[in-house]
């Protein structure tokens, strides 16, 4: 089924450790998209990315980096979790030219 | 860049009233405005949208309107149900480049009193 998958859905990690947060979908969408939502609700925009080889910064300030080596993976890498970055982490995609984004399910992280 | 405010961050109404939710724009070259539903643990997903080249979107009992001049827009729903309960999102963007992104607003916490 075309959908937009997160893994993992709940990471409970030490400080310092390196983690990578997966996005992966299968709608064949150009551009995809992370937001952080606080857990006051706020959905903030970090990274995105318009194709293979394009990612950007978003508004908001992260220590995160992502990569876009193929159209259906985006994932979004923190070198060193602090907590921080306790969040959830949304990411979302859209096609080109269509302005509807979809979410998958979220990361709820949790750093310790 | 753009930002998006949203009011009021929660609201609280009895079944059947009418709810609605208010957001202001600061980037006069935006043109698509989408409202996104996020119930509890679930992810956000759109419910309605408009184009900056109308000025009302009806769909059953939502409804969006756009005051391009004012630089604001707003859902109202009417009849409200227990279902309508959750986090609504007002968005933004320049639609129709390659490279719209998508700004929200801070969120309305609706909560539907049966």
């Known amino acids: 089924e075309a959908d937009i998958y997160q893994t993992p859905r709940y990471l409970v990690i030490g400080t310092g450790k390196k983690i990578t947060l997966e996005c992966s979908q299968t709608?064949?969408?150009?551009?995809m998209y992370w937001y952080q939502q606080d857990p006051g609700m706020e959905l903030h925009l970090i990274h995105y990315s318009y194709g293979v080889n394009s990612t950007e910064k978003g508004d908001l300030s992260s220590e995160s980096t992502v990569s876009r080596i193929r159209t259906e993976h985006f994932p979004l890498t923190l070198e060193s979790a602090r907590p921080s970055h306790t969040s959830q982490y949304l990411c979302?995609?859209?096609?080109?030219?269509?302005?509807?984004?979809?979410f998958g399910s979220g990361t709820q992280l949790s750093v310790l | 860049g753009e930002n998006v405010e949203q009011h009021p961050s929660t609201l609280s109404v009895q079944e059947g009233d009418s709810a609605v939710i208010k957001c202001t724009y600061s980037?006069?070259?935006?043109?698509?405005f989408p409202w996104y539903k996020q119930e509890l643990g679930k992810r956000p997903q759109l419910i309605i949208d408009?184009?900056?080249?109308?000025g009302e979107k009806k769909d059953q009992r939502i409804a969006v309107t756009l005051n391009k001049t004012a630089k604001h827009f707003s859902l109202h729903i009417t009849e409200t149900q227990p279902e309508d309960s959750a986090v609504y999102f007002c968005?933004?963007?320049?639609?129709?480049?390659?490279?719209?992104?998508?700004?929200f607003g801070t969120g309305t916490l609706l909560a539907v009193q049966p």
């Open positions: 979302a995609s859209t096609r080109q030219g269509r302005e509807k984004l979809f």
């Open positions: 408009i184009r900056s080249n109308v």
């Open positions: 980037d006069s070259a935006s043109n698509y």
């Open positions: 709608m064949g969408h150009d551009k």
């Open positions: 968005a933004a963007s320049r639609a129709g480049g390659a490279t719209n992104k998508l700004i």
